[in-house]
């Protein structure tokens, strides 16, 4: 697969992954939001519901503390007979009777304190008559619910005592005398009675006054703070109704952050300087006291469970993406390696039907050219061929030609030995009439030289005029050889001439016709004999060698004095003799036939066997060059048979080659 496809096929899924995360990204984003707002919503819900119902516990009880003491003012002024002892002050036992019976209703009822103040505001007696901070002495005509009493109305108070500075709650009921009110009963009930059951780990209750001013709270550092800053004209009211004692109110460190309803929102509060937290605020108003109670409530558990289920909602979304992201991975990834497949497939399939095709075209190339090969061998055996038979024509040609040119010679040849046979053979018949037998026999003897004469001139001619059908075959040099020296048995022995023979042991085997060897080394030691034939000590040698590994050589050696260098060019010429009785036609035809097979017949001097000398050469030595056979001949065939083979003409044993010589 080449790198560009690669790429091509990728480059889409790639550039589409950032966007589809993107795209999950954000669904995620919008998916969560809606999700943590439900929850929040829920669980808001859920939270405000249940501090609602705490709230309303929380209201319910503390009316009810209240109710307890509500009427035990009016209760107590009705029952004790205060109006004669306010009426007349001075009966000091009366006062202490009081005091200890106002001491024991303080006991039961868990009051703080119960006490009697006259139309003045003077404490006259009081529960607390034991104490040293004892209120009997005391003046109260400030507080508005004396105030409230005296105007013939139940009193009610919440304040920081002037004396001990608690926070207390007080109840007040005049003392009528006829209508008129001559004095107040108090029955003061302290507010940690009451914040002592509304301790909760997870929320805070507040309790607060018309200005705002927390005056119960199950935080002690929150008390008598404000929920938010006081107007100037108000703090200065209380200030001088000496409600708190005086005391500096500064706000609660409270931030508000949204409302959720009337009776409920969502504040921050500084619980220290490094600590604030959001909390859930509820409000209850009691209109009869002018109290609102606030309950809060810490967020912080509501958030973290937001944020978990957030937390968690996203992980699993998170899980399902990439899920999703994983599976669209491995469909692409199989998609990409499908694709990748099918291309690699196809580019297979492409450049097998390429090679197919390439196949094809050289197999086409290689049968043309073949066919051109065989039309070409064809073309050349056929030219071979009729070169040859154009080769033979000529040479036949040249022969007949020749055979005219030298038929004066020949009827010359022929007519005088046919004219001395006839003048002989009359002598003959004349001596044996007179019977001189022994010149008879004498022109007998001349009459058998004359024919052998005229049968060698007749054998040659034939030989010349024969258009001989060579058969290449594998042929054994020394087996020629073998074959040309028996003939010339005799007359080597009758000229006591040295024979010489140089041949190799091992067979020497030449592509060529045994006849035309034969014929050609018949011719060879034919001249070498003639040659030598006046020498006191002839000579003659035959060698034979491997050239190289095409070629043999075939030599002749004799001692005749060697051939007149002039006259080296003109040996092969057809009819050149030196010789008296000589045709002139041996080296011609030799040379033609070694043309014939392929090889080479030349002539040279030599000085005592060697082949370049100086002064008078001692003799001629005639090469014959010829292909070599170079395979076993054993076998049919070799390299070179083969290519022979080809040629029409099968390869044949060496032999050793007995027929009679044409020659
Ligand atoms: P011919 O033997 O009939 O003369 P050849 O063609 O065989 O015809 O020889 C041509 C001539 O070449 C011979 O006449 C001779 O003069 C010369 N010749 C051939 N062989 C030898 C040789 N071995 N030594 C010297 N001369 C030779």
Redesign the pocket.
Known sequence: MNQSTHLSSSLPTARRQPLLLLLLALLLALSLWPITQSVWNKELQQLQEQTHNELLLHVTGLRGKLAQYEYLAQLLTEKEDLRPLLLAPNAAENWQQLNQRLDRFRAISEASDIYLMDAQGWTLAASNWWRPDSFIGQNFAFRPYFQQAMQGQQGRFFGLGTTSGARGYYFSYPVFDADTPIGVLVVKIEIHAIEEPWRDPLGELLVTDEDGVIFISSRPEWRLLTLQPLEQQRRQHIQHSLQYAGRQLRPLAIEYLAEFDEQSRRVRLSLSREEERDYLMMRYALPELDWTVHIIKDLTPLYRRVLLSGLLTGLIFLALILLALFIDQRRHAQQEKRLWQQQAHRQLQKAHSQLEQRVHERTADLSASNQRLLQEIQRHQKTEAQLRSAQKELIQAAKLALLGEMAASINHEINQPLSALRSYSQNAVTLIERGQLETAQDNLAIILELTDRMAEISAQLRVFSRQSEQKLSCVSLQAACRYALRLYATPLAQGKIHLEQDLPEAELLAWADMVSVEQILV?LI???L??VQDQPQPWIKISARAANRQQVVLQVW?Q????DPA?LDD?FTPF????ES???????ISSRLAQALQGQLS?ANHWHGQLSGQGQPS??V?TLTLPRFDGDPDTPLSPSTRNRSASGTPPQQARSHSSEPSV
Do not use: P, V
Not at 560 to 563: A, D, K, L, P
């Open positions: 011719n034919s001249n070498a003639h040659a004799d005749g004095g060697g051939i006259h040996l050149y003799t030196r010789k000589g045709l002139g036609l041996g080296l011609s002539a003799g001629a005639f």
